[in-house]
Structures are given as C-alpha cells and as structure tokens.
C-alpha cells in the first residue's frame, strides 16, 4: 500500500505516503487527494468501474513548489504504481504491442474547473505508436491520439504556444481541402504528427521525449505547476477559495480508455438528475465514437443520454445504473463523465452536481421524500444565499449586454423602465401605468412616494445601509446604490454616465443582485415561490431555535413579509409612515411649531392616523408581534434641504414680482382680459404667505443644522426634548391594540426605544407609557398586553446592558449604528469611499454593515446579552439592522443566544434556512 518514501523535515523523519492507488487511497480526504482523486478512490472502492490508476498527493505538490524540486523518491513510487498498472491492465509503458497509456490530470481539494492543466494519452513514443497501430488496426485513431498527445504535451509541459502548432494543422487542413478535423485522414494526422515533433525541435532545441518516465515527470511538474498559474491564482481570488480550503493540486494518473476506438465506442457526460428543473430522470449528452474533449469542443452536436437506449442498449442499462450507485452511495445529485470503450462502461470522474436554485430545493424535497436523505440533510445541501435567485426577479442569463455602470448591489432583484429623476415624476408616470427606474443622486424620505411608483432604485451615493438601499430592500424593489461613475443633473433632466448621457424616459435595466447598469430593457425571469421551497422552509422552521422576523413598516410590507414567512415584525420604523404625502406637512407643521401647543395641535392631526396604521399592521401579523420603534431620525431628514430651500425662495420672490406686474398691468388696461380663477385667486398675499413658510423653514432648517446629524439629536434624545411625540406615538399604539383587542384579534405591540446611553433615558420615557397604558385601558376597557424595550445600538448601551435590563423588557440590538459606532465608520460614505479596497486587499474580509463583524461588534453584543440576562433571565433579545438577514451573521446570533433574527421581508426565506442551519451546525458541533 505505502509507496511512499520517507522524507526528512529539520530533524524529524516523517513518513510521508505521496502516492495512493485507487484501490486504497481514502475517499473522504479530499484535502490531501483532491476532489477529483478522492472520489476515483471512492468509486473504485464501491465497484464502479473506473479505469485502473493512482492519485499523488496536494502534500507533493506542495514540496514540490516550495523548492521548484519533486519530492525525493516520488518518481520510483510512481514506477511501482505504473508496474501495478500494468500488471492489472496487462499492458506495458512505453514499450510493446498493447502499450499502456495514461492521462494526467489535475484536481484540487475545491473544484476549479479548466484552471488547471492536464495531458492525455501519455505514453507514446515511436515505440507505442507503432505498438497501437498493430493493436487496433487503426492507423487513423494511432495518429490522431498521437498528435493530440504531442500538442497537448507540448504546450503543457513543455510551454509552447497553442498557436505554433495551430499553424501547421490549419495548412494540412488547407492541403487537404477540409474544414473539420473529422475529414482528415491517417495520412494527414501523420504527417501533423511529424508537423509537431517539428515543432518541438525546434522550440525546445531537444527531440520529443521518448521515454516514457521522463514524459511522466515532466507532466507532474507541469501540473503541480499550474497550481500557481495566473487563470487558478485569479479564480482562487474571485472564489475566495482559501488554503485551507484547498492548497495545491493532485496529479490524477489513470489508464487512457477510449471513446474513439469505433461504433461500440462513446463518450459522455451525465448528471443523476436534470439539473435545470431538479426533475429525476437520465440527463446528459454523448457522442458515438468520440473522446471526450469532442463533446465539449462543439464540432459534432451531441445526442442525448434518452438517445442511447435505443442505439446501444446494454450499455445504457449498464449507464442507469452507474447513476443509481452514484446517487446512492454519496446521497447528492452527481455530474460525471463516462467512456465506453469497445462495449465497456467506465467512469472517469464524479462530482456533486451544481445546479440552480430551483432545483436545488426541488432535489432536497424529493430525495428527502425517497428516503435517499434525512431531513435535516435535506436543509443543509442548500447555501440560504442560494435561496436569493427564487424571491426576485433575474436578469435572463443569456443576455449578452455589457453594462454601462455599477454599484452596491444594495437590494436584489431585476427590473427595466424608463429612468426619471425625481419622486414626484415618478408617481405621476407610475399611476399612468408606465414602468420607471428613480434615479437619485441619494434619496430622502420625501422621495418615499417615487419608490411606491419605480420599479427600481438606483443611486449615485449612499451605500447598502443608506436610505435608498433598505427602503427597496423593504419594498423587495431591485436598488443599485452608490453608482458613483452616474452623475445626475435633475435641473437639465439628465444622468452623465461615461460616454453615455440618459435622458428622462430613456430606459435602463438595473440588477439589483450585481449592482450593475444597463442600457434598455433586458428581458427578466420572474421569482418562484415554489409549494416545494415552502415546504422545505417549513422544515427549516421546525428545526430552528431563533424566530424570523421581518423589518416592515406598512401594511403592504407587513403583507409581503407574512407571505414570506415572517414570525412577526421585528422593526416598524414610525418614520417612515410620517413620509406619505398626505402627512409630510402635518409633520413638518409639528416641526415648524413654536410653542408646545402648536406642536400639539399637529400632533393631533397625526394620532389618528398612526393608530389606523397600528391597527392594520398589527391586524396583518396578528397574533405574531410587532416591534414598534419610536421617531428615531434628526427633524432635518424631513424637510428639504438649504439649498432647496433657497432656490425655491429665490423662484417664489421672482413669482412674486411676476404677480405684482400683472396687477399693474392689468389695472392699466381698459377692458382687460378676466384671467382663470386660480390666477386670480393668486394674489400677491398668497405668495407672501407661501415665502414666510419657506422662510420660517429655512430658519428651522439652519436652526437644525448639525455637523454630524447621525450622532447628534435624534431617537430618544428627540423624545426626551418633545415628550408630546413620543406620548403621541405611545398612545396610537396602545389605542390600536385596544381596538384589535375589540375586535377579537390577538397582538402583542412591542414599544421600542431608540439610540438608548443610559437607563436614565428609559425612566424618563417609561411612565408616559404607564400612563396612557392606565389611561387607555380606563377609557375602553380593554387590558392591555405589551412589552418595553430598547433598541441596543451605541456602545455605551452595550456595556450598561444590566443597568438597561431593569426597564428594558426586551433588547434589539440595532447594527448598524452600532457598528458604525464600532468602526468610527460612517454608514453612508464607507462603502463607496474606501471599504472595497479594504476587501480587496483583505484588510476587512468583508464588509461590516452587510455581514456582523463577530470579532468587534459581536464581542460587544455578547457581552450585552450576558449582562441583560443577568438581571432579567427570560430578557428577548433579536437583531434587527441590515446584517441580520445574513447567513454568517444569523450564526453568529444562535451561538450567543439570540431569541430573533429581524431582517427585511423578501430575505426572510433565506434568513429562515440560515436559522436552520446554525442550529444543525451548532448540534454537530
Ligand atoms: C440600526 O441602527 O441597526 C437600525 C436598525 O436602525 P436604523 O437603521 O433605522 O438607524
Ligand atoms: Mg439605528
């Protein structure tokens, strides 16, 4: 079994085993046999029949690249596996009538395919050539593995252009008058093949290697080499595919069958099931009398797998069930490669099978339902993030269009329309039944209208926590966010885009999942809520420890969330229900007042509509909770800004002069025109009173003006400075419970307060709750079942979790301004300013506000989890920032006891899958 040497490091002997047959090289070490070697050992084992051969390890080629030197004794351990195989094929290397030919290939630990290299039919020399001549009669086969073989070798282990040889097959073709390979005969693949040798000569300066040992070396180097070629370092990149996930490449060495040897020969490719629609039945192509880079190169159509029934029937009985051990023996669908040399079928490779998201879910339903896998295993085979191509719309994968922009990727999905570049055009188009893209230089919650009407949101600032991104997330509408290369011009009407210039009602396309841009409309495939998926998620829901909820704050978000599975609403953020257009100027009256009555008076105005919003949203997730945040962003975010301010000022005072001209006009003409009502109604008042509220505005605006509004007077340092606010939310929530309560419908309001320091903060908000709780109670009825609680989003409120838990029935921890806080990184420029080069230079492996930083805020949220339930044991403690709907991060919340995961309603199915899957990782481990 061991051909391995033994090999010194410093001063210790290691007896390191380079060199595994199939026959006994273990399956399951694809670390130290690849992917490709473990399963050729596997399939061996299990009686499949795979042509005889031997796997060196990752370990060689390893030793090998760190002194440019194959490991000493390697080559007589690969003699005695080659003696082995001759023995068992009864074929000679490198000499006689019925000579033994190899392929090398390689095969890393993570499949990286066609980033490596490998050679065929090594093995032949002059010698051979004449032996497979005599042996098969075919003198056209013997040449055209021969050439095949010289290229192929050349280029790999000998580094000699693709191209040199090119030139010459192309001339033969020419001479021969061929177009197709398949037209030439043994003739001209003889005299290519002397082409070749020529070639070799002349760029090597040394004759083709005869002997079949050295071909063999110089094949391992070349394939150890390839590890560190530029296509498998740049996919390592891409792929994230770290050492110790794979760390160097096998060398596969296996006894050449062929495909091409007649009518009783094929070659092909197969998966156990379609892996398109996950349907259960044969799939795959082949070819007739063909090798195997045939099928892939396109020159002759190859037939489907069904096809080989009828034209070569025993070996497709022997085909059914090579997918049937397959199947069974590693319980997941397979992709493998198969060969049928004179009648026989062999197996060449197995891997599991990749395929799209439906499918996927498809599999794990049915394979769970044929008893080929267990439940839980059924959950596990399904990354979550996978889940993502089934809730939103797609681009069609076979566009071809490149794009013309990109940025974040802030919320997926795909969508066209023509792109217009305020909300208010928007909703006027929208409602005409037209298909819009709004496209912002960043978004306010003013513009909340023109997401109700878009399709989709793209932005030209602003990163995956801006305002843009997590309303679109929350709506499930496609948003690119940050396309810092588009620069917006609302005033001409137009977006500059590279060389490009949009114009309002061009169309684009946007993809919300990459982030990029496209010009016109590229066609879409649309989501698929399958009954499968929702089963399978209701397995995942069984098997979770942490509920999913979802962040919504209207009742239509409410609605879409519940459909997605939502456990309840995690996250009402009360702003956003202050942005309609028919309560925006109550709101900026209540901003704009200045005294505490005025302020009242419009507060009035919005209770009832706060309550009716209650009332529908938590009929909506009844009996499930609904976590209700109080007013959390500074008063500015509801006004526009100075500079609209000014300009409107500016254009109102030239109105202004306008209607004072008409007057004087129209006083000096005798018999002077009667003008329509409403510029009548116009009068110079009118524009004084509009101008002194813009005015007043302005005031109010740089009154508000903060250098750093994120962390200056917002969430409960606001409610603590206007009580009447928070008094005012306090009671439509308890008021809409109470008439839920009426009428029968269970709920569990949870009153929320934000940006909490300290639990002095708390006292002062908790007895206006008491107080309207006695008040509400007393005028319906009703008893009243709630909970109080905080949002944990600074850090102070992390390490003061004890001191909170005294007040706080329950902590949510709000992460993105905590990791903000964190960082000292703002959640609005760090994206599209400097965290991708840290991602790419790995300084932050990824990106805060989108995964938990489990090292700096995670620590940091353990800590407020020990020290909460310190003081209150049964404390419920959830996420609700932009980082709890991801896998990693759901992880992370299960291990350190999180009750729920609160993420935006179209990640719910993901995030349930996610909650599965820590628990079961969690038990294993
Ligand atoms: C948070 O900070 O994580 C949070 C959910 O609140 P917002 O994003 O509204 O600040
Ligand atoms: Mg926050």
Known sequence: MCTGPSITFGDNLVNKQHVYSFALGDGHNKKLLGGKGANLCEMTQIGINVPPGFVITTEACLDYLKGNELPATLMESVKAEIAKLEALTKKTFGAGPNPLLVSVRSGSAMSMPGMMDTILNLGLNDETLAGLIKQTGDERFAYDAYRRFIQLFGKVALGIGDEKFDEHFEDVKKQAGVKADVGLDAGHLKQISEKFLDVVRHET?????????TQLRLAVEAVFRSWMGKRAVDYRREFHITPDMANGTAVNICTMVFGNMGDDCATGVGFTRNPGTGENEMFGEYLTNAQGEDVVAGIRTPKPLQRMEQEMPSQYAQLVELRNTLESHYKEVQDYEFTIEKGTLYCLQTRNGKMNAAAMVKTSVDMYRESLITRDQSLL????????????????????????????????????GMCVFDADLAEKLGRTGKKVILVREETRPEDIHGFFAAEGILTSRGGKTSHAAVVARGMGKPCVAGAEGINVDVDLRLAYVGEHILHEGDVITLDGATGKVYLGAIPTLQADFSDDLKELLGWADEVAQMKVMANADTPDAAKMAHEYGAMGIGL???????????????VIDMILAN??????????QLLPIQRADFIELFSVMAPDPVTVRLLDPPMH?????????LEQIRTLELYRDVVRGRQIALASIANAPALPEAFSELSEEHVNDGLLKKERMLQKVRELQETNPMLGHRGVRLGITYPEIYAMQIQAILEAAAVC?????????????????????LTKVKPTVDRLKQQVEKETGQELHFKFGTMIETVRACTRARQLAVNAEFFSFGTNDLTQAVFSFSREDAENKFLPMYNQTGILNDNPFEVLDVHGVGRLMKMAVKGGREIRQDLKIGICGEQGGHPK?????????????????PRVPIARLAAAHARLRAVQS
Do not use: K
């Open 205 to 213: 300066g040394a004759e083709f290697p005869q002997d079949v040992m």
């Open 381 to 416: 085979r399904i990354d979550p993030e996978l889940l993502e191509q089934l809730l939103h719309p797609s681009l069609d994968p076979e566009h071809t269009s490149a794009p013309i922009a990109s940025g974040l990727p802030a919320s997926p999905g795909a969508a066209s």
């Open 889 to 905: 991060t759901i992880d992370f919340c299960h291990r350190v006891g999180l009750d729920y995961v609160s993420c935006s309603g």
């Open 637 to 645: 975010e509801f006004l526009p800004t100075e500079h609209q301010l």
């Open 572 to 586: 009402c953020r009360t702003e956003r229900m202050f942005n309609a257009s028919d309560r925006l100027p109550i």
């Open 595 to 604: 005294t505490a009555e005025e302020r009242q008076g419009a507060l009035d």
């Open 741 to 761: 309560a009426r009428n029968g419908i269970t709920v569990e309001p949870e009153i929320m307060v934000p940006q909490v320091i300290t639990t002095q903060e």
